[in-house]
């Protein structure tokens, strides 16, 4: 047995499970929306902490370069390289370039300061003096970036101080050239700034203890690890990002992202002599992120299964009302009681099923009361047909014994009348058949014009002239009773007002597309266009009644209308004094054939 199951219960469980999956669509938008949000709130945190750093380093190296500058300018630096200056006033000499050093913010990144005229003369200062083997004519040169000398390679390298004791440092050399005035000495500023000026700025202004930091120079990079930079491992790749993810946010259009070890970084610009310094774009796993929101996606969803629930209770309140009530009144309609219930009419689609159900009500009453009503007609029909059986057969016996009575006396026409007359009327009475064959119809035709014949004294001649093809009298299939009318109606409309002896003359052909065309003519009086279009229109008001009218013709012609097709039918063309022609178009023989069968 199939199982039966509620629709009130299905509606529940729909509400419910489209609760379910709606609260389950917010859940997963929100999680997305909200990890997009955290990656480009992170973005912009990493983009502002670099750029923090990136101002106190921007401070750092400016000052640096003000103070290189400064040694190429200072009037006394200048006479002591170029001049002659006394014993006494090397001290000066030594106490400016101090009391100028010691002023600066960045002295304790300055591990070491050369101005040399590379003939011997040489002032130093620095932090790492103390550390530092002496400073030789060949030694010197062994100094990073010393040799070539140039202001282009400022702030380019960064490498480690050859002629520190012990514990080597990493330094970034910043170098200018000082020309004389007067001739075409040269002497040369040498400053080496240590690592630590990078590392400490970025530990100080660094929130975050766990990101990776790099520092960026001369297209190169070097990972920040505690006070010391390491460079990258040959090979490592690293690509600049043409194209921003929407998730990322960039304050500033100078900031790069580039792509390392196939994770982002930003790099903010330090802001002169294309350095850069970088961080990590943490990726966090969304996972991460769902204990904290595992409580606002139980109440969410929560909240919204319990308004499905309500939803679906509600809906089955509504529902179950009208549906007991539908199933009432079927209850009723199965047991043999049709009257329609008007209170389940609602303002509603269940009202429009309960009219419907009322409508159906009324419906097989009236059919029940309409069946009853035909089998008491058809009762009283067939009593009616018992009755009349005799008449027919009084008919017949009656014809039969004139036709005998005129045979003894030798009257063959009233023979032959009498023989036509009878086949007549067993063909009307006795004829079920819609449809019969031509030749059929040619002798009901042929039994109906012998009576003519007669009444009219002879002077009324019907001649079938020309049948184009033989097979179109066994196949060729027409309405019972279609030529009479036509011919009586040439008879008493045509022929008869003429006022003497007149021709019928019937013509089957086929027409080019296979119709089937019978042709009677008449030499009948004829008549006009007007006339002619009228006789095949239907009649109107007086006009049915009227003697002009030409009976039977605008039955035939809808006969063979409603038998074949709005395409077949009558058309009559005559032309007064002459006679008239109509024309009987039939469907070609094999078609008639199959409307015969159906």
């Not at 101080?161 to 910043?174: E, F, R």
């Not at 009616?384 to 009257?411: C, D, E, G, V």
């Not at 279609?482 to 008493?492: R, S």
Request: a negative charge; hydrophobic letters at 40%.
């Amino acid at each position: 047995m199939k199982r039966r199951h509620s629709l009130q219960m299905r509606i529940i469980m729909l509400s419910l499970a489209f609760s379910s999956m709606i609260a389950l669509g917010i859940c997963a938008v929100s999680l997305v929306v909200v990890y997009r949000n955290y990656l480009r709130a992170n973005s912009q945190s990493v983009e502002y902490s670099l750029q923090v750093a990136a101002n106190q380093l921007r401070q750092n190296v400016s000052e640096i370069d003000d103070f290189a500058d400064w040694c190429t300018v200072n009037s006394t630096i200048r006479s002591y390289i170029f001049g002659n200056v006394q014993t006494q006033q090397v001290l000066t000499v030594y106490d400016t370039l101090l009391n100028k050093y010691s002023s600066q913010y960045t002295a304790r990144y300055l591990d070491r300061i050369l101005i040399t005229d590379n003939n011997g003369r040489i002032l130093q200062q620095g932090m790492t003096t103390t550390q530092s083997l002496a400073i030789t004519g060949d030694g010197i040169y062994q100094l990073p970036g010393f040799s070539e000398g140039t202001e282009n390679l400022s702030w380019t390298m960064l490498e480690k101080d050859p002629l520190i004791i012990g514990n080597s440092k990493t330094i970034i050399p910043v170098m200018r050239k000082i020309a004389s005035y007067s001739s075409n000495a040269q002497a040369q500023v040498y400053i080496a700034v240590s690592s630590r000026m990078i590392t400490d700025v970025l530990q100080e202004t660094n929130a975050c203890e766990d990101c990776e930091l790099f520092w960026i120079m001369n297209d190169q990079m070097w990972r920040v690890s505690g006070n010391e930079l390491i460079a990258l491992e040959p090979g490592t790749e690293i690509q600049s990002v043409e194209e921003i993810p929407d998730y990322v946010s960039l304050m500033n259009q100078q900031t790069r992202l580039i792509r390392y070890n196939e994770q982002l970084a930003l790099a903010y610009p330090v802001g002169v002599h294309d350095l850069y310094i970088a961080q990590l774009l943490q990726q966090p796993v969304i996972w991460d992120q769902l204990p904290s929101m595992f409580p606002f996606f139980v109440m969410m969803l929560g909240g919204l299964s319990l308004l499905g629930l309500l939803l679906g209770l509600v809906l089955r309140q509504m529902i179950a009302v009208t549906v007991q009530a539908l199933q009432k009144q079927l209850a009723r309609i199965s047991e043999g009681d049709f009257t329609p219930n008007p209170d389940i009419e609602w303002d509603n689609e269940m009202g429009d099923i309960g009219r419907g159900i009322n409508g159906l009500s009324r419906s097989i009453s009236t059919l029940m009361e309409k069946r009853l009503d035909d089998e008491r007609q058809k009762k009283d029909l067939e009593y009616r047909m018992l009755q009349n059986q005799i008449n027919p057969h009084f008919i017949y016996n009656t014809l039969n014994s004139i036709k005998w009575m005129a045979a003894i006396q030798h009257a063959t026409g009233i023979v032959e009348m009498t023989m036509a007359l009878s086949r007549l009327l067993k063909s009307v009475s006795k004829g079920n058949e819609r449809l019969v064959t031509l030749q059929e119809e040619f002798a009901l035709l042929n039994d109906y014009f012998t009576i003519q014949h007669y009444r009219y004294g002879g002077t009324i001649m019907l001649d079938v002239s020309y049948i184009e093809d033989e097979r179109l009298c066994q196949n060729c299939m027409i309405p019972r009773f279609t030529l009479q009318p036509l011919v009586e109606n040439a008879i008493f409309h045509g022929i008869e007002p003429k006022g003497c002896a007149g021709n019928i003359e019937i013509i089957v052909t086929r027409d080019p597309c296979g119709d089937t065309l019978i042709v009677l003519k008449d030499n009948g009086v004829g008549m006009d266009e007007e006339m002619a279009a009228k006789v095949l229109r239907a009649p109107e008001g007086e006009e049915a009644e009227a003697k002009y009218r030409h009976v039977g013709m605008w039955n035939v012609h809808r006969r063979l209308q409603y038998s074949f097709g709005e395409e077949y039918g009558l058309s009559i063309s005559s032309q007064p004094g002459v006679g008239t022609s109509v024309t009987i178009r039939l469907p070609p023989a094999h078609n008639s054939e199959e409307e015969s069968t159906d």
